[in-house]
């Protein structure tokens, strides 16, 4: 496992296929579930979510999530019976418990039952996903991307090989198509001008030529966005940006 720095500035994790970690978020209050699910996905993980026992264990065995975020208390039962039943399909799928009690003998219950970790109401988002971070790096679930790749949300573009790929798919583009993908991949989020793409990606200004990138957009959208959740966007009158499918 290696570690590389985003171009948002965090560390990134990915599975050994490069495809973005998946995570599993097992509790029954919905609005805690979302803000959970949402400081993963800023992560670039992938999420889903189950409200009970026994929808955990089935998206479990449909998702096979690198780690599981699991409330003990549960409206069908808890979440020591649900983490036997997960360790029988996923064995080694690390477990960071949630709980609204602190006392020292559940914490205790907690791990003996096979929890990796364990985590008490009310806590901070960023110690969540700091811990989870700790467990799936320890798992060895995960690799690492290494410098010279780029990761925007299940889009992997590797700048030394010129490999790119979207969950896990590889997908193959031309010379210049992988120059503006690329520029969009370094800038995510962000809205760049026609004007600084033909500046980047062609080096030199085309004028009256500036259809140009709009005809390399629907290329890309063709090969990065077809039977997908769309990537590109269009700003009308501002530009292009790429951002995580929705």
Wanted: glycine share 8%.
């Amino acid at each position: 496992m290696t570690t590389t720095t985003s171009p948002q500035g965090r560390t990134e994790l990915l599975r050994a296929d490069r495809t973005p970690v998946r995570v599993l978020v097992v509790d029954d209050e919905a609005p805690l579930t979302e803000l959970l699910s949402m400081a993963l996905r800023y992560e670039g993980w992938e999420v889903r979510s189950a409200g009970d026992g026994a929808g955990a264990v089935r998206m479990a065995r449909d998702f096979r999530p690198d780690a599981v975020i699991l409330d003990v208390m549960l409206p069908d039962t808890d979440g020591f019976a649900v983490l036997g039943r997960l360790r029988r399909e996923l064995s080694e799928v690390p477990v960071l418990f949630l709980t609204a009690r602190d006392a020292v003998e559940d914490r205790i219950a907690g791990l003996t039952a096979g929890g990796d970790d364990y985590v008490t109401k009310p806590f901070s988002l960023e110690e969540v996903v700091a811990r989870l971070r700790g467990l799936i790096r320890r798992s060895g679930t995960a690799a690492v991307r290494s410098e010279s790749t780029l990761v925007v949300g299940d889009l992997v573009l590797d700048e030394d090989s010129h490999e790119v790929s979207r969950g896990g798919t590889s997908i193959h583009l031309t010379a210049t198509e992988f120059e503006l993908l690329r520029f969009l991949m370094r800038n995510p989020r962000r809205v760049l001008s026609k004007a600084q793409i033909l500046d980047r990606v062609w080096n030199y200004d085309f004028g009256g030529q500036a259809n140009v990138v709009e005809l390399y957009i629907s290329y890309l959208r063709k090969k990065i966005d077809a039977g997908r959740s769309s990537m590109i966007h269009t700003r009308r009158g501002a530009g292009y940006l790429i951002k995580p499918g929705e």
